[in-house]
């Protein structure tokens, strides 16, 4: 069973791969407005409620969670019924959420070494970040074949996130001639921007036209659409960690300001292992489209940072992770035994 946040796009995915969802109202409580954070802090409370519900009829033997706010009340549920708990941290800092509540967990499992200063020894392992395997089946080719892209001109891949980021959406549409006279195009531009983004694909000539691929999101063909870029444009969220690395791209990432500065963490991780640029959304409006082009120009700095962008990528994780998951759920069994 999947606990997750109702009406999220956790919701969509588990009922396409049919897995049972249960969803719960939640809200951060990390808010400037103080009406606003009283009443997540309530909904917390009726979410733990929720939760506890679910896990007395499903009876699970462990509990995975992956760390976000809206675990924390799923967690308080399942500790004070004694359910094993593996906490999954993508991250390199805990946020709010786990610091409260790692404590109760048998063991964290993250992405990379240094994170592992953030708990007590022996209470966390290096896994590595977990992402679906066809980011490591697919092949450039298939991705150009699949988009029914130009097999030699370069490919430049926007994303935002599920949600879409309205910067990077701006700036790919302000310089959107000049992009495409040099490059390829796969815009992943959230629901918000895909109808003014398509219109403004329609304004173009038919040359450029043919060389512009929008999309408000992808899913299934997601690893396709990272492995065949050249250069991948987004945002600094936790998958960037696992996501990028195991398809080998360059990217420029442009952390949002939100979340407790992880992304700028992020950002600041893989170019510190030099296989991304960091690029400060202030400066979107005068340096994305250098930055660009001048990336996808230089052949020989995107083979060493795809080789960097390599290094990584840890294909074992989901593995390591779900080893476990079912260590500590045979030991829930042996316990109630």
Known sequence: MYIGRAQGVEERIAADLRIPFAGIRVGGIRSKDAVTQARHVSQLAQASQSASKHIALYKPDVVLATGGYVSAPVLWAAWRSKIPIVIELPDLEP????????????????????????????????????????????????????????????????FGGSQGAHALNAAVQSHLSALLRETQIIHICGADDQIPLEAERERLAEPLRARYRVFGYLREDMPLALKTADVIVARAGAATLGEFPAVGAPSILVPGAFAQGHQDKNADFLAGHGAAVKLPETKLATEFLPTVLGLVSDEGRLEEMRQAARRLAQPEAAKRIGELVVTYAQQGVSDVA
């Open 95 to 158: 946020g709010w959420a786990i610091r409260a509540t790692w404590r109760m967990s048998k063991q964290v499992a993250v992405s990379f070494e240094p994170v592992l200063k953030y708990f007590a020894a022996g209470r966390a392992t290096v896994t590595g970040y977990p992402v679906r395997a066809e980011f490591y089946r697919v092949t450039r080719a298939d991705g150009r074949k699949h988009f029914n892209l130009d097999p030699v001109l370069p490919v430049v891949t926007v």
